[in-house]
């Protein structure tokens, strides 16, 4: 069933190093088309890495080099106005792509875009993993890809045949995404040491890269302190200027 599937996910970043076929690659992408898209804007595109050298150098600059050695495929997912700016050329007019609107209307696009295609590979037995690294080095990746302005890379994928699965993570409580009628943040202090418990305990008899964390530590030492702030001169530099 389609919610095994959904329940069963977990990153893989080992994969037996078997190629993808051409045709299925397609398959996916045709299949991860028909997603959900703000007003149609189809505001996306992926780079299909088959060159070695830019998977390798792909690899380097999203910080991710050794998953990349073993993936079947690798892709690079963008927000893509390009091509919504070459079709108001042909209606004679010119897009505003560089509104704050749009940016998170792209943005979204690619993330439902990129979900679909995830669900059709696991769909047929292949494993994937994320890997928003690739916003490490956004400048250096939108040279090495020959981005034009309005396109910039969001997040690469690498997919194949898992060498092993590893154990789904377990999630936040129901009740602490989950909100009826109003916002209930007062909920927030039982539940996070419930889900704290309930990731100490998994981390420390998962089968592999025993730890001794939890949710709440995690959290707080990744956002202690604001996160690649180069982004927005970046994202300037690509035409979105936040009007």
């Known amino acids: 069933m389609v919610k095994d599937l959904l329940r069963s996910h977990s990153s893989v970043r080992k994969y037996t190093g078997e190629e993808i076929p051409k045709e299925v690659v397609r398959d996916l992408i045709e299949t991860a088309q028909m997603a959900a898209t703000s007003h149609f804007i189809q505001a996306y595109s992926v780079i299909w ?13 999203s910080n991710n080099e050794f998953q990349f050695k073993t993936a079947g495929a690798s892709f690079l997912f963008c927000v893509d106005f390009k091509r919504l700016e070459a079709a108001g050329k042909k209606q004679g007019v010119e897009i505003v792509a560089d509104s704050a609107e749009n940016l998170l209307a792209g943005v979204a696009d690619v993330a439902l875009f990129a979900q679909n295609f995830v669900i059709a590979a696991e769909s047929e037995g292949y494993g994937i993993c994320y890997i928003g690294g690739a916003r490490n080095n956004p400048a250096d990746i939108s040279e090495l ?4 302005e309005h396109v910039f890379p969001m997040f690469a994928m690498t997919i194949g045949k898992p060498t092993k699965r590893n154990e789904t993570k377990p999630r936040l409580p129901l009740d602490a995404v989950l909100h009826e009628n109003s916002y209930d943040e007062e909920k927030y202090d039982t539940l996070l040491d419930e889900y704290d418990a309930t990731l100490e305990e998994y981390y420390q008899h998962r089968s592999s890269n025993q ?4 949710w709440t530590k995690q959290m707080a030492d990744f956002l202690v302190e604001q996160r690649r702030p180069f982004i ?12």
């Open 145 to 148: 890809f020959n981005l034009p």
């Open 232 to 243: 927005k001169d970046f994202l300037a530099s690509k035409g979105f200027t936040w009007k």
């Open 49 to 61: 890495v088959t060159d070695a050298d830019k998977k390798k150098k792909l690899g380097e600059l």
């Open 211 to 214: 730890k001794m964390s939890n």
